[in-house]
Protein backbone atom coordinates (compact mmCIF):
# COMPACT_ATOMS: atom_id res chain seq x y z
CA UNK A 1 0.00 0.00 0.00
CA UNK A 2 1.39 3.70 -1.00
CA UNK A 3 0.40 5.01 2.01
CA UNK A 4 2.65 2.57 3.97
CA UNK A 5 5.58 4.71 3.21
CA UNK A 6 8.71 3.84 0.33
CA UNK A 7 11.16 0.45 1.34
CA UNK A 8 14.67 1.24 1.54
CA UNK A 9 17.02 -0.82 -0.42
CA UNK A 10 18.81 -3.27 2.00
CA UNK A 11 17.24 -2.08 5.26
CA UNK A 12 13.41 -1.69 7.20
CA UNK A 13 11.95 1.08 5.82
CA UNK A 14 10.81 2.95 9.51
CA UNK A 15 7.27 1.41 8.13
CA UNK A 16 8.20 -1.60 8.01
CA UNK A 17 9.69 -1.62 11.32
CA UNK A 18 6.30 -0.56 12.83
CA UNK A 19 3.92 -2.92 10.94
CA UNK A 20 6.51 -5.50 11.89
CA UNK A 21 6.36 -4.61 15.86
CA UNK A 22 2.60 -4.04 15.19
CA UNK A 23 1.73 -7.69 14.47
CA UNK A 24 4.28 -9.34 17.15
CA UNK A 25 1.88 -6.65 19.56
CA UNK A 26 -1.33 -8.34 18.21
CA UNK A 27 0.11 -11.80 18.82
CA UNK A 28 1.40 -10.93 22.50
CA UNK A 29 -1.85 -9.38 23.51
CA UNK A 30 -3.32 -12.90 24.18
CA UNK A 31 -1.06 -13.54 26.35
CA UNK A 32 -1.65 -12.92 29.76
CA UNK A 33 1.64 -11.47 30.62
CA UNK A 34 3.86 -9.74 28.29
CA UNK A 35 7.22 -8.87 29.65
CA UNK A 36 8.12 -5.89 27.46
CA UNK A 37 11.78 -6.91 27.16
CA UNK A 38 10.39 -9.92 24.71
CA UNK A 39 8.39 -7.56 22.74
CA UNK A 40 10.94 -4.90 22.10
CA UNK A 41 13.87 -5.60 19.86
CA UNK A 42 17.25 -5.69 21.94
CA UNK A 43 15.21 -5.65 25.24
CA UNK A 44 16.58 -3.99 28.08
CA UNK A 45 14.91 -5.70 31.16
CA UNK A 46 16.15 -3.58 33.52
CA UNK A 47 13.31 -1.08 32.18
CA UNK A 48 11.08 -3.70 34.03
CA UNK A 49 11.43 -1.62 37.62
CA UNK A 50 9.69 1.57 38.76
CA UNK A 51 11.44 4.43 36.65
CA UNK A 52 11.33 8.60 36.94
CA UNK A 53 9.61 10.61 33.92
CA UNK A 54 12.39 12.21 32.72
CA UNK A 55 11.14 15.44 30.92
CA UNK A 56 12.84 16.18 27.31
CA UNK A 57 14.89 18.73 29.41
CA UNK A 58 16.35 16.00 31.35
CA UNK A 59 14.80 16.64 34.74
CA UNK A 60 12.59 14.45 36.30
CA UNK A 61 8.81 15.37 36.06
CA UNK A 62 7.76 16.88 39.53
CA UNK A 63 3.43 16.91 39.92
CA UNK A 64 4.33 20.51 41.85
CA UNK A 65 6.32 22.44 38.57
CA UNK A 66 4.57 20.27 35.63
CA UNK A 67 2.03 22.47 33.97
CA UNK A 68 -1.33 22.01 34.11
CA UNK A 69 -2.44 21.66 30.65
CA UNK A 70 0.37 20.32 29.12
CA UNK A 71 2.32 17.68 27.24
CA UNK A 72 5.89 16.59 26.81
CA UNK A 73 6.98 13.41 24.94
CA UNK A 74 8.81 11.03 27.15
CA UNK A 75 10.67 7.80 26.66
CA UNK A 76 9.76 4.29 27.82
CA UNK A 77 11.55 2.09 28.44
CA UNK A 78 14.64 4.54 27.98
CA UNK A 79 18.05 2.45 27.44
CA UNK A 80 20.79 4.94 27.24
CA UNK A 81 21.66 4.16 23.35
CA UNK A 82 20.50 7.09 21.51
CA UNK A 83 19.02 5.49 18.60
CA UNK A 84 17.02 2.91 20.44
CA UNK A 85 15.89 5.57 22.15
CA UNK A 86 14.57 7.40 19.48
CA UNK A 87 12.17 4.13 18.14
CA UNK A 88 8.68 5.68 18.31
CA UNK A 89 7.25 2.67 20.05
CA UNK A 90 9.06 3.86 23.03
CA UNK A 91 7.41 7.63 22.73
CA UNK A 92 4.85 8.06 25.22
CA UNK A 93 2.80 11.73 25.70
CA UNK A 94 2.83 12.72 29.38
CA UNK A 95 -0.10 14.50 29.64
CA UNK A 96 -1.23 16.40 33.03
CA UNK A 97 -5.10 17.13 32.22
CA UNK A 98 -6.89 20.88 31.66
CA UNK A 99 -7.83 22.43 35.00
CA UNK A 100 -11.71 21.02 34.04
CA UNK A 101 -10.47 18.02 33.57
CA UNK A 102 -8.84 17.74 36.84
CA UNK A 103 -5.88 18.41 36.38
CA UNK A 104 -5.14 20.90 39.15
CA UNK A 105 -4.97 18.06 41.84
CA UNK A 106 -1.93 17.22 42.70
CA UNK A 107 -2.35 13.22 42.48
CA UNK A 108 -2.03 10.89 39.71
CA UNK A 109 -5.63 11.46 38.67
CA UNK A 110 -4.38 14.72 37.24
CA UNK A 111 -1.47 13.41 34.72
CA UNK A 112 -1.55 10.09 31.84
CA UNK A 113 0.97 8.93 29.81
CA UNK A 114 -0.31 7.24 26.77
CA UNK A 115 1.71 5.42 23.61
CA UNK A 116 2.43 8.41 21.06
CA UNK A 117 1.76 5.50 18.44
CA UNK A 118 -2.11 6.14 16.91
CA UNK A 119 -4.22 3.67 16.84
CA UNK A 120 -5.18 3.86 13.09
CA UNK A 121 -1.71 3.62 10.73
CA UNK A 122 0.81 4.14 13.79
CA UNK A 123 1.77 7.51 12.95
CA UNK A 124 2.58 9.75 15.99
CA UNK A 125 -0.29 11.82 17.51
CA UNK A 126 0.52 14.27 20.12
CA UNK A 127 -1.61 16.52 23.08
CA UNK A 128 -2.80 19.79 21.73
CA UNK A 129 -3.84 22.09 24.94
CA UNK A 130 -5.47 25.01 22.90
CA UNK A 131 -8.59 26.20 23.61
CA UNK A 132 -11.48 24.27 21.66
CA UNK A 133 -8.84 21.20 21.31
CA UNK A 134 -7.38 19.84 24.31
CA UNK A 135 -7.36 16.48 22.81
CA UNK A 136 -4.73 14.03 21.41
CA UNK A 137 -4.71 14.59 17.74
CA UNK A 138 -3.23 12.31 15.08
CA UNK A 139 -1.82 14.17 11.66
CA UNK A 140 -2.18 11.83 9.18
CA UNK A 141 -5.63 10.89 8.87
CA UNK A 142 -7.41 13.13 12.13
CA UNK A 143 -8.04 10.52 14.89
CA UNK A 144 -8.96 12.18 18.23
CA UNK A 145 -8.05 11.45 21.69
CA UNK A 146 -9.72 12.04 24.47
CA UNK A 147 -6.75 13.02 27.30
CA UNK A 148 -8.69 11.59 30.35
CA UNK A 149 -9.45 8.05 28.64
CA UNK A 150 -6.75 7.79 26.04
CA UNK A 151 -9.51 6.35 23.59
CA UNK A 152 -10.67 7.67 20.06
CA UNK A 153 -13.39 9.67 20.02
CA UNK A 154 -13.20 10.93 16.50
CA UNK A 155 -11.57 9.44 13.38
CA UNK A 156 -10.82 6.47 11.67
CA UNK A 157 -9.26 5.12 15.08
CA UNK A 158 -12.84 5.93 16.84
CA UNK A 159 -14.39 3.42 14.75
CA UNK A 160 -11.96 0.64 15.58
CA UNK A 161 -13.36 -2.13 17.67
CA UNK A 162 -11.82 -2.16 21.47
CA UNK A 163 -9.26 -3.04 22.20
CA UNK A 164 -7.70 -0.90 19.18
CA UNK A 165 -9.75 2.31 19.97
CA UNK A 166 -7.78 3.01 23.05
CA UNK A 167 -4.06 3.90 23.37
CA UNK A 168 -2.03 1.50 25.92
CA UNK A 169 -1.12 3.59 29.03
CA UNK A 170 1.83 3.32 31.62
CA UNK A 171 0.61 3.66 35.44
CA UNK A 172 2.14 6.65 37.05
CA UNK A 173 3.14 6.58 40.93
CA UNK A 174 3.88 10.24 42.95
CA UNK A 175 6.35 9.82 45.54
CA UNK A 176 5.57 12.63 48.88
CA UNK A 177 7.62 15.04 47.10
CA UNK A 178 5.60 15.79 44.12
CA UNK A 179 8.01 13.56 41.88
CA UNK A 180 6.72 11.12 39.20
CA UNK A 181 7.45 7.35 38.50
CA UNK A 182 6.63 5.02 35.98
CA UNK A 183 5.34 1.38 37.55
CA UNK A 184 6.67 -1.33 35.67
CA UNK A 185 3.56 -2.22 32.94
CA UNK A 186 1.81 -5.37 31.86
CA UNK A 187 1.76 -4.51 28.49
CA UNK A 188 -1.26 -6.98 27.88
CA UNK A 189 -4.33 -5.79 26.71
CA UNK A 190 -6.84 -6.06 29.35
CA UNK A 191 -4.20 -4.04 31.61
CA UNK A 192 -1.40 -1.25 30.54
CA UNK A 193 -2.44 -2.06 26.71
CA UNK A 194 -0.10 -3.04 23.82
CA UNK A 195 1.45 -0.57 21.71
CA UNK A 196 0.07 0.03 18.33
CA UNK A 197 -2.62 -2.15 18.95
CA UNK A 198 -4.53 -1.29 22.26
CA UNK A 199 -6.22 -1.12 25.69
CA UNK A 200 -9.79 -2.41 26.68
CA UNK A 201 -10.73 0.70 28.54
S1 LIG B 1 -2.55 7.06 11.59
FE1 LIG B 1 -4.46 7.45 10.70
S2 LIG B 1 -5.44 8.76 12.10
FE2 LIG B 1 -3.54 8.32 13.04
Redesign the pocket.
Known sequence: MSELGTKKSGGLSRRDFLKLMGAAGTGLAFAPFVPFGNFMPNPNQASLEKVPVILPDGTQANINTYPINHGEVITYPSTGDTALDAEAFRKWQFIRLPEELGGGKKDTTAIRAYSMI?L????L?KYWPDEGRKRGE?P????MYDPVTGTAFL???SVQAAPSNTLAQLTLEIDSDGFVFILPPKFNANENGVIGYGRFA
Open positions: CHLWCWCCHGSGPA
